[in-house]
Nanobody, 116 residues
Framework: QVRLVESGGGLVQPGGSLRLSCAAS????????MGWYRQIPGKERELVAG???????NYGDSVKGRFTISRDNGKNSVYLQMISLKPEDTAVYYC??????????WGQGTLVTVSE
């Protein structure tokens, strides 16, 4: 059974930082491209950051320079370090595992709220 379990969300003040984690099980983690997406109610889910199986990264324009994605294949985990958080970063953040477009899995999401 494949599971992607996100953690690390919560309430943070503008300008603050959070680190999201996603622990994967049931897949050969090192083969998968991993990503973080976010969704605001009423809007489409958008890519925040991605990291390939080879370690190449890409970021959404709105988070470049503030968010950093990383992975630890030994721990079957992917991380999203977020700094300089803004109220518009408020969303449910989802972890995604993609095997070159052949199959993909999603986590259940973790809520990040940026507010005073």
């Amino acid at each position: 059974q494949v599971r992607l379990v996100e953690s690390g969300g919560g309430l943070v003040q503008p300008g603050g930082s959070l680190r999201l984690s996603c622990a994967a099980s049931g897949i050969t983690f090192s083969l998968y491209n991993m990503g973080w997406y976010r969704q605001i109610p009423g809007k489409e889910r958008e890519l925040v950051a991605g990291i390939t199986s080879g370690g190449s990264t890409n970021y959404g324009d709105s988070v470049k320079g503030r968010f950093t994605i990383s992975r630890d294949n030994g721990k079957n985990s992917v991380y999203l370090q977020m700094i300089s958080l803004k109220p518009e970063d408020t969303a449910v953040y989802y972890c995604n595992a993609d095997l070159a477009g052949k199959v993909e899995y999603w986590g259940q999401g973790t809520l990040v709220t940026v507010s005073e």
